[in-house]
C-alpha cells in the first residue's frame, strides 16, 4: 500500500498528515513556531523555522505509520498565501525574515499606488485590489529596504517565493523553483487570463523577472524530492484557501466554502472565466489541472481564530482555545456588546488598512462570557458581511455554506453563523478539507484516484446547523454590527 503524504504549512504552525487511498490519515505531526513582531503591524516568521519545522514534522508523520519514503506515492503542498521569501539561489540562505500576509508595513505604498489610479488596471489584470495582504508589495519592500539585494536581484542571484516555492525549492535540493497557479494568483504580478507573470505590473512594482519562480499547475509533478524523502514526486500544490475549496468538493459553480482558520477564508466556485467583482472582493485561481483552470471569488478575513488565540494570551480570559465555547455559552446573547477584530485592518468587503480593533457597548453589567460571545459573532458577521457582497456579484442567495478549519469544531460559532446567514452551515465529517485539497491534487496527478468522481464519494456530513433566529432579530444583531464596524474603521489614518 501507498500513501500521499501532504504538507500543510499554516501561519502558526506546520502539519504533515500521511494519507491512504481512502482518505483515512495513518500518521500525523504538527508543531507551532515563532511569530515575530518587530514593530506595530508587522509581522514576520524565520524562513529556515518553515523549513525546519515542517520537514520535521514529516519525518515525524513517517515514523509514527512506521513507513519509508519509497511508501509515499506523492507529496501535495498548502500552504499560508500572500507570505514573501527571499533567498540566495547559490547557498539558500535568505536575505531577510518572510513578511507575513498578515504584515501592513506597505500600507503607505498601497495608498499612493491608488492615489496614482492604479487600481483599475491591477484589477482588471489580476483580479486583486490594491492591499499590503499581497505579495507585492512587501518584494517591493525588501527590494527597497534590504541591503543589496535589488542589485543582487537584477543580477539574478536570488529568487522570490511564496511558502510553497520555499518549501519545494528546499525538498528538491535547490534544483527547482517553482510556484503554482493559485499562489502566483496571490501577488499581483501574475495576469489573470493569460496566466503568466504581467510585464506591466513588473515594471510598475519594479520587480525583476529573473527573481520570480515558474509557474506550474496546481496537479502535476513539478518536482522530485532530495535528501531523506530521495525520489518522492511533488506533484499537488495549492494556496490553503483553494485547497480547501478543493477539499470540499465544491467543485461545480456556485458552490461556497468558509475555512475557519487564523483568518477566515470564504470561496466561492464561479467556473471556467474569471468573475470581475463589483462589491471589493478578489478574483483568484481556485485550481488548474489536465489543462483546465477554475476560478473564484474570494472573501478574506484578516482575523478570525486570532481573536481567540488574543483573548486566551493576551486578555487572558481563557486558558485554551475550545474553552471558549462554553464561556460563551453561559449568557444567552452579549448584552449589547460588540467586539471587531480589525487588529490587522478589515478584509473583504471593507478594504480598511486602517481600521482597529474594538470593543464597544461596554455597560457595568458586562462581563467576560459577553466579551467571549461577542468574539464568536465578530468572527461570523464578518463572513456574513462577505456572503453579502457574494450574493450582490452573483446574483444568486446562499443555500448552504461548507465550513472547515480549527474554529469551525466550534459548535456554538457555527450555530451563530446560521443564524445571522439565514442559511444552513454544513461542516464535514473529516473537517482537514485544507490537507485533503492537497492529497487529492498530488493523487490525481500520479494516478492514484482515477478521477475527481471516486474521492467526491469520501465527502459526508458531521452536522447541519440551520437558522434559530426570526429575521427581525437577525436585521438588528446586523444594525449593531454596522454601527460598531464603524466605530473601528479608520482609526490609524492619522
Given at each position: 500500500m501507498k500513501?500521499?503524504?501532504a504538507?500543510?504549512?499554516?501561519?502558526t504552525?506546520?502539519r504533515a498528515v500521511l494519507?491512504?487511498?481512502?482518505?483515512?490519515?495513518?500518521?500525523?505531526?504538527q508543531t507551532?513556531?515563532k511569530q515575530?513582531?518587530p514593530?506595530?503591524g508587522?509581522?514576520?516568521?524565520?524562513?529556515?523555522?518553515?523549513w525546519?519545522?515542517q520537514?520535521?514534522?514529516?519525518?515525524?508523520?513517517?515514523?509514527?505509520a512506521?513507513?519509508?519514503a519509497?511508501l509515499?506515492a506523492?507529496i501535495?503542498i498548502?500552504n499560508?498565501?500572500e507570505?514573501?521569501?527571499?533567498?540566495?539561489?547559490?547557498?539558500?540562505?535568505?536575505?531577510?525574515n518572510?513578511?507575513v500576509?498578515?504584515d501592513?508595513r506597505t500600507?503607505g505604498?498601497?495608498?499612493?499606488l491608488?492615489?496614482?489610479?492604479?487600481?483599475p488596471?491591477?484589477?482588471?489584470?489580476?483580479?486583486l485590489?490594491?492591499?499590503?495582504?499581497?505579495?507585492?508589495?512587501k518584494?517591493?519592500w525588501?527590494?527597497?529596504?534590504?541591503a543589496?539585494?535589488?542589485q543582487?536581484?537584477?543580477?539574478?542571484e536570488?529568487a522570490?517565493?511564496?511558502?510553497?516555492?520555499?518549501?519545494?525549492?528546499?525538498?528538491?535540493?535547490?534544483?527547482?523553483?517553482v510556484?503554482d497557479?493559485?499562489?502566483?494568483?496571490?501577488?499581483?504580478?501574475f495576469?489573470l487570463?493569460s496566466?503568466?507573470w504581467d510585464?506591466?505590473l513588473?515594471?510598475?512594482?519594479?520587480?525583476p523577472?529573473r527573481l520570480?519562480?515558474?509557474?506550474?499547475s496546481?496537479?502535476e509533478?513539478?518536482?522530485?524530492?532530495?535528501?531523506?524523502?530521495?525520489?518522492?514526486?511533488i506533484a499537488?500544490?495549492?494556496?490553503?484557501?483553494q485547497a480547501?475549496?478543493f477539499g470540499?468538493?465544491c467543485?461545480?459553480?456556485?458552490?461556497?466554502k468558509?475555512?475557519?482558520g487564523?483568518g477566515?477564508?470564504m470561496?466561492?466556485?464561479?467556473?471556467?472565466?474569471p468573475v470581475?467583482?463589483k462589491n471589493?472582493l478578489?478574483?483568484t485561481?481556485?485550481?488548474?489541472?489536465?489543462?483546465?483552470?477554475?476560478?473564484?471569488?474570494?472573501?478574506s478575513?484578516?482575523?478570525?481564530?486570532a481573536?481567540?488565540q488574543w483573548l486566551r494570551?493576551?486578555?487572558?480570559l481563557?486558558?485554551?482555545?475550545?474553552?471558549i465555547?462554553?464561556l460563551a455559552a453561559?449568557?444567552?446573547d452579549?448584552a449589547g456588546?460588540?467586539?471587531?477584530?480589525?487588529?490587522?485592518?478589515?478584509?473583504?468587503p471593507h478594504?480598511?488598512?486602517y481600521a482597529?480593533g474594538?470593543?464597544l457597548?461596554?455597560?457595568?453589567g458586562?462581563?467576560?462570557?459577553?466579551?467571549?460571545?461577542a468574539a464568536l459573532?465578530?468572527?461570523?458577521?464578518?463572513?456574513?458581511?462577505?456572503?453579502?457582497?457574494m450574493?450582490?456579484?452573483?446574483g444568486v442567495?446562499?443555500?448552504?455554506?461548507?465550513v472547515?478549519?480549527g474554529?469551525?469544531?466550534?459548535?456554538?460559532?457555527?450555530q451563530?453563523?446560521?443564524?445571522?446567514?439565514?442559511?444552513?452551515?454544513?461542516?464535514?465529517?473529516n473537517?482537514e478539507t485544507?490537507?485533503?485539497?492537497a492529497?487529492?491534487?498530488a493523487?490525481?496527478?500520479?494516478?492514484?484516484?482515477?478521477n475527481q468522481?471516486?474521492i467526491?464519494?469520501q465527502?459526508a456530513v458531521?452536522?447541519?446547523?440551520?437558522?434559530?433566529i426570526?429575521s427581525?432579530?437577525?436585521q438588528l444583531?446586523?444594525?449593531?454590527?454596522?454601527r460598531?464596524?464603524?466605530?473601528?474603521?479608520?482609526?490609524?489614518?492619522?
Amino acid at each position: 500500500m501507498k500513501y500521499i503524504l501532504a504538507l500543510d504549512q499554516g501561519t502558526t504552525s506546520s502539519r504533515a498528515v500521511l494519507l491512504g487511498r481512502d482518505g483515512r490519515v495513518h500518521g500525523s505531526a504538527q508543531t507551532p513556531f515563532k511569530q515575530i513582531f518587530p514593530k506595530p503591524g508587522w509581522v514576520e516568521h524565520d524562513p529556515v523555522e518553515i523549513w525546519s519545522s515542517q520537514f520535521g514534522v514529516a519525518m515525524e508523520a513517517l515514523a509514527q505509520a512506521n513507513i519509508e519514503a519509497s511508501l509515499i506515492a506523492a507529496i501535495g503542498i498548502t500552504n499560508q498565501r500572500e507570505t514573501a521569501i527571499i533567498w540566495d539561489r547559490k547557498t539558500g540562505e535568505p536575505v531577510y525574515n518572510a513578511i507575513v500576509w498578515q504584515d501592513r508595513r506597505t500600507s503607505g505604498f498601497c495608498d499612493r499606488l491608488r492615489e496614482q489610479g492604479h487600481e483599475p488596471l491591477i484589477q482588471q489584470k489580476t483580479g486583486l485590489v490594491i492591499d499590503a495582504y499581497f505579495s507585492a508589495s512587501k518584494i517591493r519592500w525588501l527590494l527597497d529596504n534590504v541591503a543589496g539585494v535589488k542589485q543582487r536581484a537584477e543580477r539574478g542571484e536570488l529568487a522570490f517565493g511564496t511558502v510553497d516555492s520555499w518549501l519545494i525549492w528546499k525538498l528538491s535540493g535547490g534544483t527547482r523553483h517553482v510556484t503554482d497557479v493559485t499562489n502566483a494568483s496571490r501577488t499581483m504580478l501574475f495576469n489573470l487570463h493569460s496566466l503568466e507573470w504581467d510585464d506591466e505590473l513588473l515594471t510598475l512594482f519594479e520587480v525583476p523577472r529573473r527573481l520570480l519562480p515558474e509557474v506550474v499547475s496546481s496537479s502535476e509533478i513539478c518536482a522530485t524530492c532530495a535528501g531523506a524523502l530521495q525520489s518522492v514526486p511533488i506533484a499537488g500544490i495549492a494556496g490553503d484557501q483553494q485547497a480547501a475549496l478543493f477539499g470540499q468538493m465544491c467543485m461545480q459553480p456556485g458552490m461556497v466554502k468558509c475555512t475557519y482558520g487564523t483568518g477566515s477564508f470564504m470561496l466561492l466556485n464561479t467556473g471556467e472565466k474569471p468573475v470581475a467583482s463589483k462589491n471589493k472582493l478578489v478574483t483568484t485561481v481556485a485550481w488548474r489541472m489536465k489543462g483546465k483552470t477554475v476560478y473564484a471569488l474570494e472573501g478574506s478575513v484578516f482575523i478570525a481564530g486570532a481573536v481567540v488565540q488574543w483573548l486566551r494570551d493576551e486578555l487572558q480570559l481563557i486558558r485554551s482555545a475550545p474553552e471558549i465555547e462554553e464561556l460563551a455559552a453561559t449568557v444567552p446573547d452579549t448584552a449589547g456588546v460588540y467586539v471587531v477584530p480589525a487588529f490587522s485592518g478589515l478584509g473583504a468587503p471593507h478594504w480598511d488598512q486602517y481600521a482597529r480593533g474594538a470593543i464597544l457597548g461596554l455597560t457595568r453589567g458586562a462581563n467576560r462570557a459577553h466579551i467571549a460571545r461577542a468574539a464568536l459573532e465578530g468572527i461570523a458577521f464578518q463572513i456574513t458581511d462577505i456572503i453579502s457582497a457574494m450574493e450582490r456579484d452573483s446574483g444568486v442567495p446562499l443555500t448552504e455554506l461548507r465550513v472547515d478549519g480549527g474554529a469551525s469544531r466550534n459548535n456554538l460559532l457555527m450555530q451563530i453563523q446560521a443564524d445571522l446567514l439565514g442559511c444552513p452551515v454544513t461542516r464535514p465529517a473529516n473537517p482537514e478539507t485544507t490537507v485533503l485539497g492537497a492529497t487529492y491534487l498530488a493523487g490525481l496527478a500520479v494516478g492514484y484516484w482515477p478521477n475527481q468522481e471516486e474521492i467526491a464519494t469520501q465527502w459526508a456530513v458531521d452536522r447541519r446547523f440551520t437558522p434559530a433566529i426570526q429575521s427581525s432579530e437577525r436585521q438588528l444583531r446586523k444594525a449593531g454590527w454596522k454601527r460598531a464596524l464603524e466605530r473601528a474603521r479608520n482609526w490609524e489614518a492619522d
